[in-house]
């Protein structure tokens, strides 16, 4: 139960924060959602992450605040993150984990739906490059904010819901 509330909290979080983007060169990137995938699997782990992922790009298309792009490349990276640091415990490992899921993998699979679907003829390096950016960033921010409850000894305590919700 409390994780399926710690997934709902960081749902609302990312659907808020959604419009928050920094802008690289010319294109905008939105870190949050790649934040959130990092710290869910570190806290939750993948099932319930995917759920989140799953959740927050319902959510963003529903208010019209996202894309069917959030889909795979959110999903697919929370799937890596999750499983990277349930078999390896190591943060970095995991914010990796979700670059190389959502930055590559889930670039790669979202390329039909830009072309197909959306009708948006790119190039595959157009979505890998954005959706990379995009990741490296938030990945980055969790890594920070994960080290900084590790230091502060709220980790492990987060980890096995010693705090009350």
């Known amino acids: 139960m409390k994780k399926s509330i710690i997934a ?5 979080i990312g659907v808020a924060l959604s419009t928050f983007h ?7 990137i939105f870190p949050v959602q790649h934040m959130i995938n990092v710290i869910l699997a570190v806290l939750i782990g993948a099932r319930y992450n995917v759920s989140a992922a799953f959740g927050t790009s319902c959510l963003r298309n529903l208010l019209g605040m996202g894309s069917p792009l959030a889909f795979p490349g959110s999903m697919v990276g929370a799937f890596l993150a999750g499983l990277t640091y349930r078999y390896t415990k190591n943060i970095v490992l995991t914010a990796c984990a979700e670059v190389v899921g ?3 993998i889930g670039a790669i699979i979202s390329y039909p739906i830009a072309a197909f679907l959306l009708g948006k003829e ?4 157009t979505l890998i490059i954005s959706f990379t950016a995009s990741t490296a960033a938030g990945s980055f921010m969790a890594v920070l904010i994960l080290y900084v409850l590790e230091r502060k000894g709220m980790l492990e305590r987060l980890r096995h819901g010693l705090y009350s919700l």
């Open 122 to 125: 790119m190039a595959i390096m």
């Open 102 to 104: 959502t930055g590559i």
């Open 8 to 12: 709902a909290m960081f749902i609302a």
């Open 22 to 28: 920094v802008t690289i060169g010319g294109a905008k």
